[in-house]
């Protein structure tokens, strides 16, 4: 029984397409066949059902799987406990960012991860929070800058990179003109422009809403805060925003402080707590940590905050 035999097994498994796992593994389709037939023979028992036109496991054949799966894992940890103790962090890390990360500099901080670790392969995907902690606690990513109303959920740890209110801004003749704060009954019936259901800010929101007794009525929705902003320069209704995206408009807008608890975004470094991590991820999560702890990684100009 040989490594790659239980590789070619695996892919097979999971494509359910002998041609699929070729692909995936960039070896010609009949070496994948040959292989895994061999692996059957020395076996003495069928681990597929190649009956139909999905390939499909066997009895024996779901029971071999996770035993191979943690073959093929093993071996790779060894690879990475050797590289690790000889200074050399390999591999891949996935990371995820909500839309508008940008006063977190994210873009300066996977530099300056590449230029320490240049063999690490690096992942970046865009997302609400609530999917990306998702992603996290699944272990499909390994770090995260997320937007966050309440506390982490359980095995999610965290760093705080912004904290900062929320606040309404309008249009100079829009319905909450020469207001300076108002409470969230005073929302009852505007039209409101929000980002969408999974992010911290719409969280809080529906949460300050429902603590009221009220459902906002939500007229736009958008998923980058600035188109919001331009929303609300057009008349459009009220938007809620991050207090430094609301500051930087505020030549252009009226801005509104909204009275009331959990009216406030968190921005935060996040990482999962417990469960295996690979040196690379381990790599991440501690140059992202340092980086932000001592505020290097922080541009000067603030535009806007998801959360």
């Known amino acids: 029984m040989e490594l790659h035999q239980l590789a070619y097994f695996v892919a097979v498994a999971e494509e359910g397409n002998f041609t699929r796992a070729a692909e995936r593994l960039h070896v010609a389709q009949p070496g994948v066949s040959a292989q895994v037939r061999r692996l059957e023979r020395e076996l003495g028992q069928e681990l597929l059902d190649r009956s139909g036109r999905t390939v499909r496991l066997t009895d024996v054949g779901a029971a071999a799987l996770p035993h191979a799966r943690a073959a093929l894992a093993a071996v790779q940890g060894v690879r990475e406990a050797v ?6 962090v390999r591999g891949q890390v996935a990371i995820g960012a909500v839309t508008s ?16 670790y240049p063999a690490v392969e690096i992942t970046l995907s865009e997302a609400n929070s609530d999917t990306m902690l998702t992603a996290l606690r699944e272990g499909r990513l390994d770090l995260a800058v997320v937007g966050l109303a309440t506390g982490p959920p359980p095995g999610i740890a965290t760093q705080v990179l912004l904290d900062e209110p929320f606040l309404a801004v309008t249009a100079p003749t829009g319905p909450l003109a020469g207001r300076d704060e108002v409470e969230i009954s005073d929302l009852d019936g505007l039209p409101l422009m929000a980002l969408p259901k999974g992010t911290g800010l719409r969280t809080a929101l529906d949460a300050a809403f429902a603590r009221a007794g009220l459902t ?12 919001l902003v331009q929303l609300a320069t057009r008349g459009l209704g009220v938007a809620i925003v991050p207090e430094s995206l609301a500051r930087y408009h505020q030549a252009e807008l009226w801005v509104v402080g909204l009275a009331g608890p959990g009216l406030r975004g968190v921005l935060a470094l996040a990482w999962r707590a417990d469960g295996p991590v690979s040196p690379a991820a381990r790599a ?20 806007s905050v998801e959360s």
């Open 83 to 88: 590289e690790e103790l000889a200074g050399l």
């Open 101 to 116: 990360a940008g006063p977190v500099g994210l873009p300066d901080l996977l530099a300056g991860f590449h230029q320490r």
């Open 284 to 303: 991440l999560i501690a140059f992202a940590r340092a980086a932000y702890g001592s505020g290097a990684a922080l541009p000067r100009p603030v535009r």
């Open 216 to 227: 906002p009525r939500i007229a736009f929705e958008a998923a980058d805060p600035n188109v």
